[in-house]
C-alpha cells in the first residue's frame, strides 16, 4: 500500500441518509482520483481533484455527489440521499504531480464499502 | 466500446505453473500507457506493471511480465510460478495521451493459485 488513507472502510446508510467517504492522500500528493467500483464491474472514474480545485468531474452524476479537497485536511466524496443503487466499494487515488504523461501511475487506497440499506 | 476488455472473468492455476490474463484495448491515440493492479480480498489496489505505447521491449517486474503486442492492442499479463499469495482480482487499465485524467479499467480476472 503506497500510504492513501480512507476511512471509513465499511459504511453502512439507510436510503435517504448522507454517506461522507474521506480520502487522505499520500502525504505530498496534492492530486486526488476518486473511482466506484460496483460489484462485477472495474473502477469506473468519478472526479478529480487538486487542493480547493475540482479540475475534472465529469464521471460524476450530476445530482445528490460533490466532493472537494480542501487546503487543509482530507478530500471528501460526499453523497446525499443515498439510494441503494450508491450501494458500492469507493476508491481514491493519489499523484504527486498532475498526471504530465503517461507513465504516471495512481496510488490507491483500500477503498470504502458503502452498503445501503 | 469498451476501453479495456478482459475476457476471463475466472482463472485457476496450479501452484508454481505460469498463467496468462488477457486484456485488450481500444484507442486511437498514439501515446497511451497500460496498467495492471491487483486487487486481494483485502480490496485495496496493487500496482504491478507498466508498459507505455512507444517502449519497444515487453515490461517485466519480477514475476510479473507484460506481453505488448500493439498490433493487437493486446496487454496480456504473464505471472511466472504461481503462488498462492497470487489469488486475487486482476485489473487491466489504461490511460490514454499524456493530459488524460482517467484511468480506464476492465471488468478485471479473478485468479485462483491450487496448491
Known amino acids: 500500500n503506497a500510504g492513501v488513507m480512507q476511512n471509513p472502510r465499511h459504511l453502512v446508510r439507510r436510503r435517504g441518509q448522507e454517506a461522507r467517504l474521506r480520502c487522505s492522500p499520500v502525504?505530498?500528493?496534492?492530486?486526488v482520483y476518486w473511482y466506484r467500483q460496483l460489484p462485477e464491474e472495474g473502477l469506473k472514474f468519478m472526479v478529480y481533484?487538486?487542493?480547493?480545485?475540482?479540475?475534472?468531474e465529469s464521471g460524476m452524476p450530476k445530482e445528490r455527489f460533490s466532493a472537494e479537497f480542501p487546503k487543509e485536511g482530507p478530500s471528501i466524496l460526499r453523497i446525499q440521499q443515498v439510494v441503494r443503487g450508491d450501494s458500492a466499494a469507493y476508491f481514491c487515488?493519489?499523484?504527486?504531480?498532475?498526471?504530465?504523461?503517461?507513465?504516471?501511475?495512481?496510488?490507491f487506497g483500500s477503498g470504502t464499502q458503502l452498503s445501503v440499506l | 466500446a469498451q476501453k479495456i476488455t478482459q475476457t476471463q472473468p475466472g482463472m485457476f492455476v496450479q501452484e508454481k505453473e505460469a498463467v496468462t490474463l488477457d486484456c485488450t484495448y481500444d484507442?486511437?491515440?498514439?501515446?497511451?500507457?497500460l496498467f495492471w493492479y491487483k486487487q486481494p480480498s483485502s480490496g485495496e489496489m496493487i500496482f504491478l506493471i507498466y508498459?507505455?505505447?512507444?517502449?519497444?521491449q515487453n515490461a517485466t517486474e519480477g514475476r510479473y511480465s507484460l506481453n505488448f503486442q500493439k498490433a493487437r492492442k493486446s496487454a496480456n499479463l504473464v505471472i511466472s510460478a504461481s503462488q498462492l499469495g497470487d489469488s486475487a482480482m486482476y485489473f487491466c487499465?489504461?490511460?490514454?495521451?499524456?493530459?488524460?485524467?482517467?484511468?480506464?479499467f476492465g471488468t478485471g480476472t479473478s485468479l485462483t493459485v491450487i496448491p
Open positions: 487515488a493519489s499523484s504527486p504531480l498532475r498526471l504530465s504523461g503517461h507513465r504516471e501511475k495512481l496510488f
Open positions: 502525504k505530498g500528493h496534492s492530486h
Open positions: 481533484l487538486q487542493k480547493e480545485n475540482i479540475i475534472d
Open positions: 484507442t486511437s491515440d498514439q501515446s497511451y500507457g
Open positions: 508498459q507505455g505505447s512507444y517502449d519497444e
Open positions: 487499465a489504461m490511460r490514454e495521451g499524456t493530459t488524460g485524467n482517467q484511468f480506464y
